[in-house]
Each structure stands twice: as C-alpha cells, then as structure tokens.
C-alpha cells in the first residue's frame, strides 16, 4: 500500500521558519513528480510547489524566493523549506506524487502550519 506521511508542522511567529518533510512508502519517488499543496479553511487547495522527476522546479508565486521545495531519491523523501512566513501561510499542507503515464496520483494526510503571534 502507498504511503506519504507529512512531518515538521507546528507553530511558528511571523518571520520565522519551518521544514516539512514527506516520506514515502510504496513508491519511489525518482519515478514521479512530486508537490506541496496547501488548503486554508474555507478555500481552495492550491499548489505550493512542485519538482518534477527530472528536478524542475515550479513554485507559487505567493511563495516564491521564500520556500524551497527539494527531495532526496535515495531517503525517499521530499521537503518543503519555508523562510520569511507570514499568517497568510496558514493551512494544512500535504504531500502529493503523480506519475501521468500510469495515472497515479497520491496524497498525504497532511500536516498543519500555524504562523502567529
């Protein structure tokens, strides 16, 4: 059975910092491109970041030049470094692997970001 498990949330004051960790079991994440989503209560889960199984990197604008998103094939393990956060950040954020060819998309259970004083 697929398993991602999302790590690191907490509370955090405004400006500081956090990084999320997803581990997968199941899969290989050298073969799939993988992502953070995040959904706020009340809206929409909306696109983080994302790195491709070739190491393209695609980020949100909103968080753009503040998160870096990165993975390690060999620990099968994907992180989201998070700099300079604000309290728009908060949400749940989770962890997403597609690979197109076979139609494989799965998720994490998530895990939550507070940023607050």
């Known amino acids: 059975q697929v398993q991602l498990v999302e790590s690191g949330g907490g509370l955090v004051q405004p400006g500081g910092s956090l990084r999320l960790s997803c581990a997968a079991s199941?899969?290989?994440?050298?073969?799939?491109?993988t992502a953070w989503y995040r959904q706020a209560p009340g809206k929409q889960r909306e696109l983080v970041a994302k790195?491709?199984?070739?190491?393209?990197?695609v980020y949100a604008d909103s968080v753009k030049g503040r998160f870096t998103i990165s993975r390690d094939n060999a620990k099968n393990t994907m992180y989201l470094q998070m700099s300079s956060l604000k309290p728009e950040d908060t949400a749940v954020y989770y962890c997403?692997?597609?690979?197109?060819?076979?139609?494989?998309?799965?998720w994490g259970q998530g895990t939550q970001v507070t940023v607050s004083s």
């Open positions: 199941g899969i290989s994440f050298s073969r799939y491109a």
């Open positions: 997403n692997a597609e690979r197109t060819i076979s139609i494989e998309n799965y």
């Open positions: 790195i491709t199984s070739g190491g393209s990197t």
